[in-house]
């Protein structure tokens, strides 16, 4: 029987989740600059840096704590990236590609919530033509089961401009958090649409 | 395996010295706490207690465990009598709802956030940990107004672990490296949730020293004292 | 009072020890102390994870199917059925786990790739014949002496099949694989069938683009499938049973694909998740030359090449649609599917006709708006 119970591991994880939140920022109420574009921020958040795959830098907010809701905003993601690092070596994390159809840039995204957040039985809904400053964009909700079996719900804007892809990524527990936040992260993705 | 609740603040207690520090958070949004017809809904704490075996791997011990488990809550419940709390408990025979499941999970999520809450520059001064309004859900039909939540993770080195160890001290002083000695490690926490709000009212975490063993009735005693020390209720 | 009612039972329940779901408190007392310390780690640790896979989101909750593999398992099992509870899961992969404490998982990945229920049964009375001969306790043991750290995974979150990982020995595996075989010729099914399946799971690993897949399917050591070795041997031994064994000749094929059907579609979703797309190729051919609904397989073999994104994978997955397309019971997405590579390939005309059907077929959709942007740009340029 291979069990092994976590204690010693997740004392260690919250050591390091405390440790490694090193240099989160306060992202105060106002506009927030995440690489080429900027979000407006109602009130005040905290910031994390956080990495894509190719080590890209890119931002992760959260107000109450990461588990409870998290704003991943990426900028200018190049082909062959992806939005984070693999966690098992047999489980690519899918990349972008510039030849990638919208509905594709929502099959990548959905992936990417598998396998690189870990979340189960990812459904995607209301997908809608939106633009990201400027240029063609696609909008979408989606619901999930995080590791824990615990109900997730999210929504995304996504577009490429350039070549290059741009992401706003919200998601929370379904229960009380992805209301809680849902009006400050639509005003971020109207104000990137207008 | 359950994922184990995280420490707000870490201070890693060697088995050596009896040192035990607690870490207490109380909301900060509106809440008062009345004594008067305030029932606290208890449930069963989530206890697992382990062996570190001389190998290295640690292996839950299910008499270690359910002795623990039915030490604390017998102490917690005795605690809180003693402050004339009126304590009720979650009927673990009845299936819970899908709500009240995913409440449950909620509350997991929430703990995890509860030791991430040190490193967030926007909350300054204040705690508001919520499970949310739904939360009265959890009360099912016991009419609570409080719901109290607690877990504890302890480790402990077996004889085998113990000589091991001993060993790595003489060895690693001798070759002057460090070796990393693996020690048993106890953490407990009680969080007190107003169910008409959700708001997680008052928390408290507690690294445990060697003394305070839940595994025996007068450690579990000793730590229900230690988490319920500045209890609202 | 309401408080005086909980006191009572909180007495019962402390007099009892713990308490936990769908465990009686009376049963957990007589369990744990009447088994030595092992044992009772082994089954605490196996009835926590009990709990936490009953609440997860991984188990499959539809009533019929759970009826029909609880039924199909008591029928291996005999009357020691009441002694199980089993749980349906959503996991593509091909597993089955019994744990000592009577719970029983069976995975998705499973059901999709067993042909017949003599198949499944095969597997389930293999998992059965481990807990009948207590080897978890044994290995419980084995690895505690060994102390060999390397052998424990840590359990990450929703505990699926996986979570369960059986290191059992070839003799173990032996002694299961007879007691399966011989559960399954009780029954009166064709028990050539056990050697079938893991035929058939050999050949379909030997697809895969991941060498430590193809590699670990010909080793008799644990496998990639939770520690399911699947050595050539097993498949030896087992048709060697069935050649001296006068077996039935009911396999319950129909019967199976009538009930496991309705979820083909899902499993397959499920199964591409897994992006090894040699092996799912090969697995979706297999299935639709056993028989399963052509235009469903289909429209994922379509998928599975699109997805793969080989030399010449374009054209072959529309290929596949169309034929799709051209059957019975092509799910709407199909249509989708043919719409996107005929716009990407400049026919508009048919890009327009092709969305048109899938909103026809699908009008609840939920990527509706995005492709009514694409229905009305079409519109103005053809």
Known sequence: ?194 | MRKSFAIATATICFAVTACTTTNVKTTTNEFSASKANSGTLMFEPDVEMSAILASGITEPRAEWSQNAQANLQTALEEELRSRSSNVTFMDDSVTLTDQQIQLMKLKDAVLQANSQYAVLKNKNDVFDLTLGPDANALAGDSGADYALLSSARGSFQTAGKMAVNAALLVLSAATGGGAYIQTGQQVATVSLVDLSTGDIVWTNTANLGGRADPRDIDGAKSVAKTLLKDFPL | MKSKSHRVLHAAILAASTCLVGVSAAAQETRYSDMDKDEAGLWYVMDKAEKEISTSGARITDAALNAYITDLTCKVVGPECSKLRVYVLNDPSFNAAMAPNGMMLVNSGLMLRAENEAQLSCVIGHEYGHFQKGHSLKQWRAIKDMGNASLFLPIAGALIGTAIVQDFSRDQEREADVVGFEKVSEEGYDDSQCAEVWTNLVGEHSQSTVKRVRKRIQKNKNGMFSSHPVPKERIATLTELANQTEGGVETGAANYKAKTGPFLAKWLENELLAKDYNRHIYLFNELKRRGRDAAIMDYYLGEAHRLRRGEGDKAKAMEYWQSAAAGVGAPAETWRAMAEYNRRNGEKAKALRDYKIYLSKAPGAGDKALIEKYIQRLSTET
């Open chain 1, 1 to 194: 029987m291979k069990i092994a119970t976590k204690l010693l591991a997740s004392l260690a994880a919250a050591a390091l989740l405390t440790a490694c939140a090193s240099g989160p920022k306060l992202a105060s109420a106002g506009m927030f600059e995440a690489g080429s574009y900027s979000v407006p921020l109602s009130q005040d958040w905290t910031a994390f840096n956080i990495k894509t795959g190719k080590g890209k830098p890119a931002q992760l907010l959260t107000i109450d704590g990461t588990v409870l809701n998290s704003v991943y905003l990426y900028s200018d993601l190049k082909e062959g990236d992806s939005l984070m690092k693999e966690r098992k070596r047999d489980n690519p994390v899918p990349k972008f590609t510039t030849d990638l159809s919208e509905l594709e840039l929502v099959e990548f995204l959905a992936d990417s919530l598998e396998r690189g957040h870990g979340l189960l039985d990812v459904q995607t809904m209301n997908v809608e033509p939106s633009s990201f400053k400027g240029a063609e964009a696609i909008q979408f909700d989606f619901t999930a089961l995080n590791e824990n079996g615990l109900k997730i719900s999210g929504s995304s804007l996504l577009g490429v401009e350039d070549e290059k892809l741009n992401i706003v990524l919200y998601m929370a527990p379904t229960i009380h958090y992805y209301g809680k936040l849902k009006g400050d992260v639509s005003a971020m993705m109207t104000s990137l649409a207008s």
